[in-house]
């Protein structure tokens, strides 16, 4: 199943990421439109915003493939509370629990792990708002509301927010998923006799 997830994901990253290129060429071929801080910063042409999206899809590559094919939960005999399973798979010790998980982690795959589904889940999502944007200024649509919303964030770049809270309420979901995962496996003590 994460396998389907992680074709599906990359594949559509992918699909969106050559979308908003196309529509970006469409709608200002002198990127004069362009609000990607980088391009616009570094008065970048478009080399570099190609450059700059093989770099992008890349990472994003790298983390979903991390998050959804390369990561393997660790197993805990903790089966009934969920604190005490972030503490194990976090600090070694179901008896680390800590409010909000301040302290640095022993065990930093499930941080990491976490960190790329949210983020690998979020961005297709976050990157459609973009293309839907194009759109609307290429056919020349009139969505006010649609445009004060985008015109609130720095630089117009709503989607950059958009990921980050999609993807903060996905560790949830990533922590739930792999709690219930970990409530299916067989106990520690059973692995080890086998």
């Known amino acids: 199943m994460k396998k389907k997830f992680f074709i599906i994901l990359t594949s559509a990253y992918f699909i969106i990421t050559v979308a908003d290129l196309l529509l970006t060429f469409i709608a200002t071929p002198d990127l004069a439109m362009e609000g990607n801080p980088l391009v616009v910063n570094l008065k970048m042409d478009w080399l570099g915003l190609i450059i700059i999206n093989v770099i992008t899809f890349a990472a994003y590559f790298a983390m979903a493939y991390y998050a959804y094919i390369k990561y393997k939960s660790p197993v805990s005999d903790e089966k009934k509370d969920l604190r005490r399973y972030l503490a194990d798979i976090t600090y070694g ?76 309420g996905l560790t949830l979901v990533w922590i739930q998923i792999e709690f219930k995962q970990n409530q299916k496996a067989p106990l520690k003590a059973d692995n080890d006799n086998i």
């Open 93 to 168: 010790d179901p008896n680390k629990v800590n409010a909000g998980m301040w302290r640095l982690p022993k065990y930093w795959a499930p941080q990491i792990a976490c960190l790329c589904f949210s983020v690998a889940t979020a961005l297709p999502f976050a990157r459609l708002i973009v293309v839907v944007e194009w759109i609307l200024i290429i056919k020349d649509i009139s969505a006010p509301l649609f445009f004060s919303i985008i015109a609130i964030f720095p630089m117009g770049r709503i989607d950059y927010f958009i990921a980050l809270f999609i993807a903060w």
